[in-house]
């Protein structure tokens, strides 16, 4: 009688698998923040599912039905497509800005009539602005380096054709071991952190098949968040492996992060300050709160919740 059971079960299982349609996830694959995805679609998420490099682009284009990015880019691009839908955050990452010692820093305000690289009109850009003014410093007080593909920021600290870098991890962590002594590290956590948050469009929510994916995927991701929480060493070497980085870059850059598993109660928050950033460079002006908050989806993440 036991046998049946577990095989009735596991028809079930299998059934619903089926079910699920494709899921294609686009994420920026040199990032920590991408972790629980990672995990998630390796074994945890009960459907098909690619994971490709890109971001929010790519939902606009229609080549995934999600997308991973910080806040900043759903910022930039819900003008041009008022669709995007944030629905999830994957993770909190507090950045850093590591410099040279021997370039004369020491503190921020040291910082002025430097070269900094870091990618412009990205969270770690709006991150070195919010650390500038803390200093009483804007942007146009230094040079920005444009540094490509990012993964060479640290190459070009270390050769000194720049003298700072701000940036995600775990190219921060890399910097640092790029130039060893010399590294002096700036952080202020009040200052700035980035939500990585999974996001999605209307048209997506609006097809019944597609949705029941996301929210399968939700709930993967919520699964994957409290494995890595529990017992996150296990699976460095495989987000290694993911991310191209050396696996103890991965486990030094952990501590500047956070994977809760939810959404984040200041979302709106965050986006209602930085909306003029963002605003400015775009040459717009900035949109209200109750515009931002339309953005803002947490239907499937309670959809998600229900079915644990």
Do not use: C
């Not at 709006?126 to 990012?150: C, K, Q």
């Not at 940036?167 to 002594?181: C, N």
């Amino acid at each position: 009688m036991k046998s049946r059971f577990a095989f009735g079960i596991f028809v079930v299982s299998l059934l619903q698998q089926q079910a699920l349609p494709p899921l294609r996830v686009a994420g920026n694959t040199t990032t920590i923040e991408l972790s629980p995805v990672l995990i998630a679609a390796n074994g945890i998420y009960p459907g098909p599912i690619t994971v490709s490099n890109g971001g929010i682009p790519n939902i606009m284009d229609g080549t995934a039905d999600v997308a991973t990015n910080a806040e900043t880019q759903l910022l930039r691009q819900s003008v041009d497509d008022p669709n995007l839908r944030v629905i999830f955050t994957v993770a909190e990452s507090f950045y850093r800005i590591v410099a040279r010692k021997s370039a004369g820093i020491q503190q921020v305000a040291d910082l002025k009539g430097k070269r900094i690289t870091t990618p412009r009109n990205t969270s770690a850009a709006y991150f070195l602005s919010r650390m500038l003014a803390t200093a009483n410093l804007t942007e146009s007080d230094v040079t920005i380096v444009p540094i490509t593909p990012v993964t060479d920021m640290s190459v070009a600290l270390k050769d000194r054709r720049v003298d700072a870098v701000a940036m995600w991890e775990p190219e921060s962590e890399r910097a640092i071991t790029a130039v060893g002594d010399d590294a002096i590290v700036l952080q202020d956590r009040r200052v700035y952190r980035e939500l990585f948050n999974l996001n999605t469009s209307t048209k997506v929510l609006a097809d019944p098949a597609k949705r029941r994916a996301v929210v399968e995927f939700v709930r993967a991701l919520i699964t994957s968040s409290e494995r890595l929480r529990a017992r996150p060493q296990e699976f460095w070497p495989y987000i290694s492996s993911k991310l191209n980085y050396p696996p103890e870059h991965v486990s030094k850059s952990w501590p500047e992060l956070r994977f809760a598993g939810s959404m984040v109660s200041d979302l709106l928050d965050v986006m209602e300050q930085e909306e003029p950033w963002v605003a400015k460079e775009r040459n717009r002006p900035p949109r209200t709160r109750a515009q931002l908050a339309m953005l803002i989806d947490d239907s499937l993440l309670r959809e998600a919740l229900a079915g644990r």
